[in-house]
């Protein structure tokens, strides 16, 4: 059954707030946490001359108590936010080995061959998509971001660039043929209309075909506290409960769910096609099963959460004064969008934290949104040596740690801030 949807109520012409949950329709949404009103986590500011024309929106996060979907209420238009992007996949050793399982598991498991489609939705730079053609798949991405779509297409991706949806996945259907997988990694998230989403995608798949997406799962996110991957983009924070619900409607089926590490946790799931399944996998309903167990569908979970948001802040200027008192010098690692949520919330602006680096050359040179932090090349580390890196992007605090090998054999300290302030190299709570 379909659920009508209220027209949302608009604030301006940058954005709007919805008065519904975006999965059942209900009015019964309860505020988790306020993060305030913040910049948009990539629009990275060129010069301190754009500073003052930046957009802020509120970023506060609710859970539904009609179907225990967790998500934001105020929505940034897509076209906003990703017709031109500068988040770019392949700058992560990390990723990049994790593409490579994927595709292999994938094709291994569905037995795909050299006449199968692989479509992926949201297929950023072509990563992914290109270990599917080291296996002699066929392959199309769909990006809506048009300076993406185009390095794509360079190394050899075929890419439309275009936004996907309902009436995307039946157009592409006729024009491709039925997809043996859709794929999208982290962006099922993103987008306000997440049952028109599904039903493009199984629009667009083949009868014996599967969906699979990759979403950062709720029980990292609740476990550690993970308030930082909450921002515009990220419109929903999943748990299996609130997938099921979504899946049905669209008409699929769950039959299989694999947990990654990857994000500071993730979750894989595969839908197939309700005209062939007819019932979600054993192992889908057990996890949701103890997802109700663990007490994810009463607000108390929640509200344990904001106050481990509160705490987090709290211990991060805690450390910042020490470290300062201590005349140490901090720099960042990374400049990833979730950093950006845990740099204006907590405040931390160059006074407390003079620059972040980052491998990714679109981001190199600019501004960190809201908190304008100067964002250099990964160099300057050994270039300046500070005391102590700030790992922001610690999703990929091993890889960084590894890679800068020599900046902690001349002393230097690696922090992670997650679920409370951590130096890495001593194993003890900053």
């Known amino acids: 059954m379909t659920v009508p949807r209220e027209p949302p109520h608009a604030l301006s012409p940058s954005h709007f707030r919805r008065d519904t949950c975006r999965s059942c329709g209900g009015r019964d949404l309860r505020l988790v ?28 996060l609710y859970w539904c108590a009609g179907c225990s979907l967790v998500q934001l209420l105020h929505v940034v238009p897509a076209e906003q936010l990703f017709s031109n992007y500068i988040y770019v996949t392949g700058t992560s ?29 949201a297929s950023n730079d072509g990563s992914l998509l290109a270990c599917f053609q080291r296996h002699g798949v066929r392959v199309t991405g769909i990006e809506p971001a048009g300076n993406i779509a185009e390095a794509a297409v360079a190394r050899g991706v075929p890419t439309l660039n275009r936004f996907f949806g309902e009436a995307e996945g039946r157009r592409l259907r006729g024009e491709l043929g039925p997809a043996s997988v859709v794929s999208g990694n982290n962006v ?8 028109g989403f599904l039903r493009g995608a199984r629009a667009l798949l083949a009868e014996q075909g599967r969906a699979i997406f990759e979403v950062p799962y709720l029980g990292e996110f609740l476990e550690n506290v993970e308030y930082d991957t909450v921002y515009h983009e990220h419109l929903c924070y999943f748990s299996i409960t609130a ?24 979750v894989r799931v595969f839908g197939a096609p309700d005209s062939q ?23 108390g979970c929640y509200e344990r959460f904001a106050r481990g948001v509160g705490d987090n802040k709290r211990a991060v200027l805690e450390l910042f004064a020490r ?58 580390l050994l270039e300046r040596q500070p005391d102590v890196v700030f790992i922001l992007a610690w999703n990929f605090a091993d890889e960084i740690v590894r890679q800068q090998a020599e900046y902690a054999r001349r002393g230097g300290r690696f922090v992670t801030p997650l679920p409370l302030p951590r130096f890495r190299d001593a194993g003890i709570r900053a």
């Open 243 to 266: 997938l099921l619900r979504l899946f049905e409607e669209a008409g699929l089926r769950l039959v299989r769910v694999e947990r990654h590490p990857v994000h500071g946790g993730t």
């Open 188 to 195: 099922l998230a993103h987008v306000d209309d997440t049952l």
């Open 277 to 299: 399944v007819r019932e979600h996998g054993a192992e889908v309903l057990e996890l949701a099963a103890r997802e109700r167990a663990a007490g994810w569908s009463s607000f």
């Open 323 to 380: 470290l300062a008192d201590e005349r140490k010098t901090v720099a960042g690692y990374g400049a990833p969008a979730k950093g950006n949520t845990l740099l204006q919330y907590c405040g931390l602006t160059p006074a407390l934290l003079p620059y972040t680096v980052d491998k990714n050359p679109l981001k190199v040179g600019r501004f960190t949104p809201g908190t304008h932090l100067p964002v250099l090349d990964v160099e300057a």
């Open 93 to 121: 050793d990390t990723i990049a080995l994790h593409n490579q399982r994927y595709a292999a598991s994938v094709v291994q498991l569905l037995n795909l061959r050299a006449s199968d489609l692989v479509v992926e939705v």
């Open 33 to 60: 946490v306020d993060l305030g009103s913040t910049a948009l986590a990539n629009s990275f500011p060129r010069s301190p001359d754009e500073f003052l024309g930046e957009l802020r929106v509120p970023l506060e």
